[in-house]
């Protein structure tokens, strides 16, 4: 079913800037016809290992829907968010700065892959949270696009919102756009001169960390073997190389030092 978008008041906010300055890419149009999103085939889609909520954003006037109900107790709000800024005025000050950098980082990759295939596009990274306990914690953000407009430009997107405090507290200051949907892109942007990230022991190959963000996601090798559609021995070769490579024996333990690496 489809619904008109309610219009609402535009209110800026940090990343208005940076949006407004592609006006190719993304939509303008605030009374255009909304689709809701396809949450459940989303949820499949997207790396969560703790915590998690989601909204709907409207990217046209930075308005908000359909938000997961977990939204509210993990931020201690009375009531969910009409507009971007309040979310924005959630993260940690400190991090606004790379928030506005990461943008204008996958923008800029997304425009150097080709707007045509910003649907099959995921972004990510890591940032400071404010939370219903009235201390900040370390939240990994993902946005996946999921409608553009009659001129071709973003019009919608499903953003997520990972509270990761309990893996890890510290943030790499990596941007990632990674494929969906069949496209195995995968392209890993260093924030400014950071010196805070820890760099991988050695180099993982591009189809072992197609994998490790696979097993992140809690596929089996035999579930990844069907979706890649390659051999399960091959798979497993794979795994056990990650493993050996990261000196890890258990996923949680992965997990933790992949998002401190930045690569997932």
């Keep these: 079913m489809k619904e008109k978008q309610i219009d609402h008041p535009i209110k800026k906010h940090p990343l208005s800037d940076v949006w ?87 923008i800029e990759k997304i425009q150097e892959i080709g707007w045509e295939h910003q649907l099959n596009l995921k972004c990510s990274y890591c940032f400071r949270m404010k939370t219903g306990k009235g201390n900040y914690e370390m939240f990994h953000h993902q946005a996946i696009h999921t409608l553009k407009d009659e001129n071709g430009r973003l019009h919608q997107s499903v953003n997520i919102h990972t509270n990761i405090h309990h893996i890890t507290q510290k943030n790499p200051y990596t941007v990632l756009v990674v494929g ?9 942007m260093q924030y400014g001169n950071n010196k805070n990230i820890e760099l991988p022991p050695v180099e993982l190959t591009k189809r072992e960390i197609e994998i490790l963000s696979l097993l992140a996601l809690g596929n089996s090798a035999k579930q990844i073997s069907t979706f890649l559609e390659i051999s399960y021995h091959t798979i497993t070769t794979h795994r056990r190389n990650i493993f050996e490579k990261t000196n890890c024996t258990k996923i949680s333990e992965l997990i933790k030092k992949a998002l401190e690496w930045g690569l997932i």
């Design 180 to 188: 969906i949907g069949g496209r195995n892109d995968f392209h890993q």
């Design 20 to 106: 407004s300055s592609h006006p190719e890419a993304l939509s303008n149009n605030y009374q255009a016809i909304v689709t809701p999103p396809p949450i459940e085939k989303i949820i499949g889609e997207m790396f969560a290992v703790g915590q998690f909520y989601y909204y709907v954003l409207n990217v046209a006037n930075s308005t908000l829907s359909n938000h997961h109900p977990d939204l509210l107790p993990m931020h201690g709000l009375k009531k969910f968010p009409k507009h971007l800024k309040e979310i924005i005025e959630l993260i940690h000050p400190d991090d606004i700065e790379f928030v506005m950098e990461a943008e204008r980082m996958t």
